[in-house]
């Protein structure tokens, strides 16, 4: 059996995140400037931003525009990479996204917290 080890820092997820994070999966294009568009899926996604899966990992501090594949529509987010860990993923913090976009968000992880009880 293959498991992955991803380093963790000594502070909990709890005490890092103003908002919990749903592990789910979720299509997601990612365009970073200078590169071509990427489509991937998330691990887990939040409020305030998400961890994507992907073999070839973006640097730290890249910013990038994103658009998450939602049951209530697409999802436009403007971000920017604060983890990765190569051939495992990145970890993203939202910087900008429009109240709307937010509110659906925020209805889809709680949609989706319900569906893992």
Do not use: W
């Not at 071509?36 to 990992?57: N, Q, V």
């Amino acid at each position: 059996m293959f498991t992955r080890k991803v380093p963790h820092s000594p502070k909990s997820d709890s005490e890092r995140r103003r908002y919990p994070r749903v592990k789910t999966k979720v299509p997601v294009d990612l365009h970073c400037p200078g590169s071509a568009p990427m489509r991937t899926s998330t691990d887990e996604l939040g409020l305030c931003g998400c961890y994507i899966e992907t073999m070839f990992t973006i640097d730290i501090g890249t910013n990038l525009d994103l658009v998450f594949s939602l049951k209530g529509g697409p999802i436009r987010a403007k971000g920017i990479v604060a983890t990765k860990y190569p051939q495992v993923g990145n970890g993203i913090d939202f910087i900008e996204m429009d109240p709307e976009d937010r509110l659906k968000l925020s209805e889809s992880i709680l949609d989706l917290e319900q569906h893992q009880k």
